[in-house]
C-alpha cells in the first residue's frame, strides 16, 4: 500500500485543485486555449508537427494579471492554467500520431514502430512544455498587473 501512497495523493490533489474555486478563472482560461490551439495547428498534422504555443501563452498573460493582487499564486494559476491548456497539444499529438500511423500503412520500419512507442513520452514533453510557455505569460502577466495596478485593492 505505501508504494500507491504518492499516486493517492496526486489524485487528491488534482481533485483538490479541480474543485477549489479560487482557480475557477485559471482552468477555463486554459480551456478557453484549447479551440484556438486546434485551429492555429491544425494544418502542421502529418507533416511537421507543429503546436502553436500563443494562445497558451496569452491565457499565461491573462491568468498572471488576473491572479496578480489575488490570494491565490501566480504560479499556482499558471500550472493549471498550463495544464488546462495543454489538452489542446495533447489532441495535436494524438492526431499527428494517428495520421503517421495511416501514413505508415503496411510498410513499418524500426523507426514507425519507435515514434507510435514513444507517443506518450511525447505527450508529457508536450504538456510539460505548455505548462512552461503559460508560466513564462503568467509572470509576465503579474509583473504587468503589480505595475500597472499597484494600488489596486
Not at 474555486?21 to 479551440?35: D, F, H, K, Y
Not at 498572471?64 to 495533447?90: F, H, M, Q
Not at 495511416?102 to 510498410?107: A, E, I, L, N, T
Amino acid at each position: 500500500m505505501s508504494l500507491l501512497r504518492p499516486l493517492h495523493n496526486a489524485r487528491q490533489t488534482l481533485r483538490d485543485g479541480l474543485t477549489n474555486e479560487s482557480l475557477r478563472v485559471a482552468i477555463l482560461l486554459g480551456l478557453a486555449t484549447i479551440p484556438f490551439t486546434l485551429f492555429l495547428s491544425w494544418e502542421s498534422i502529418g507533416s511537421e508537427a507543429n503546436a502553436s504555443a500563443s494562445a497558451l501563452f496569452v491565457a499565461g498573460l491573462c491568468a498572471g494579471y488576473y491572479y496578480s493582487d489575488r490570494e491565490t499564486t501566480r504560479r499556482c494559476a499558471g500550472i493549471w492554467t498550463g495544464l488546462a491548456g495543454s489538452i489542446g497539444v495533447v489532441i495535436l499529438t494524438v492526431a499527428d500520431t494517428a495520421a503517421q500511423v495511416v501514413r505508415f500503412g503496411p510498410d513499418w520500419t524500426t523507426m514507425d514502430a519507435l515514434l507510435l512507442t514513444l507517443t506518450p513520452v511525447f505527450i508529457a514533453i508536450s504538456v510539460g512544455v505548455s505548462v512552461l510557455v503559460v508560466m513564462i505569460g503568467t509572470w509576465i502577466g503579474d509583473w504587468v498587473g503589480r505595475r500597472l495596478d499597484g494600488d489596486r485593492d
